[in-house]
């Protein structure tokens, strides 16, 4: 298996890179909503980033000491996609305590479509007509998915409309890592740096709800499970997953980077129906379809034309 993943090209070995990270943000979900059971967003936010910061810089300092020393200047590279990453964890997390693990993962799945119009804005990419088509599309879904097209039964709440935000957050993340990602020198240290810069970003939003209600650091029943929860955040989404992200994006186009949501959302529902026990009922699939199908349309518009698929 390790051998024939060697002779992968370097682009094939980016999309398993995706996949990989996919079913573990997929499965972040669970672990958000159990953490929450005994931690306040903002007290999740730091004790993930801060032991994830801590444990990257470790590793890279007793076993990979050169390049500890050599990558010191992917920290000003990492700035704003720190920023940016700190302000999309922080709204999904907090989406979370009024929303459900598939809404939340199919909402913030909508990056895909809106990466070419950020594209446009910031970059002046050409928006081909088809981007419209597809950005509606996702939209429209979203409607089916939140209920919104039955009046009387109105459901988009104040969960869903904090993740929407997470959903523009992250495509900005995206951007970021994506007009950096070839001068940085090392994707693990990048990924370290920009979970400081995303801690850090947290740390007036902890202050405030710790002064303001009353809330413990480290609370005082905590449950195994939410103790399991922060550790695989912090190790293996944080440190593992972001860093399959950066790495991936040295050789994709923030589009088809992009695809991860592709992966992420229905690993996601898959944890939720196995583990959680949630459904959805036909309108609302009708609507994940949507949106799933106007993300792959989306990346397949924008596919490189000169890398073997």
């Not at 953490?35 to 801060?50: E, P, V």
């Not at 020393?69 to 009024?98: C, N, R, V």
């Not at 950020?118 to 979203?142: N, P």
């Not at 950066?246 to 959302?265: F, G, H, Y």
Request: glycine share 6%; with cysteine; proline share 2%.
């Amino acid at each position: 298996m390790i051998s024939q993943y060697r002779g992968f090209s370097e682009y094939k070995k980016a999309v398993l890179q995706l996949v990989l990270a996919g079913s573990i943000w997929g499965l972040s979900f669970i672990c958000v909503l159990w953490a929450l059971k005994d931690f306040s967003t903002s007290t999740l936010i730091f004790w993930r980033f801060g032991f994830a910061f801590i444990l990257g810089e470790a590793i890279l300092f007793l076993f990979y000491r050169k390049s500890f020393y050599d990558s010191i200047s992917d920290m000003k590279l990492s700035f704003w996609s720190g920023i940016a990453l700190g302000m999309s964890l922080l709204l999904q997390t907090h989406g979370l305590h009024y929303t459900t693990a598939t809404k939340s993962s199919f909402i913030t799945s909508l990056y895909v479509v809106l990466i070419p119009f950020t594209s446009y804005i910031f970059y002046k990419k050409q928006i081909k007509v088809s981007h419209i088509l597809c950005g509606a599309v996702a939209f429209i879904g979203m409607a089916f998915l939140l209920n919104l097209h039955t009046e009387q039964d109105l459901n988009f709440n104040t969960g869903d409309l904090l993740t929407l935000g997470c959903a523009f957050t992250s495509t900005f993340h995206i951007m970021f890592v994506g007009s950096v990602a070839n001068r940085v020198k090392n994707g693990f240290r990048f990924n370290t740096y920009q979970t400081f810069w995303a801690f850090l970003f947290t740390l007036p939003f902890l202050t405030y709800e710790m002064t303001t209600q009353n809330i413990r650091l480290w609370p005082e029943t905590v449950h195994l499970s939410s103790i399991l929860s922060v550790l695989f955040l912090a190790i293996f989404v944080t440190l593992v997953a972001f860093s399959l992200q950066v790495v991936a994006q040295k050789k994709l186009t923030n589009t088809t980077a992009s695809l991860l949501c592709l992966l992420e959302a229905p690993f996601a529902f898959m944890f939720a129906f196995l583990i959680l026990g949630e459904k959805l009922v036909g309108y609302q699939i009708v609507g994940i379809i949507m949106i799933l199908g106007s993300s792959c349309l989306s990346v397949f518009i924008d596919r490189p034309q000169d890398r073997s698929p």
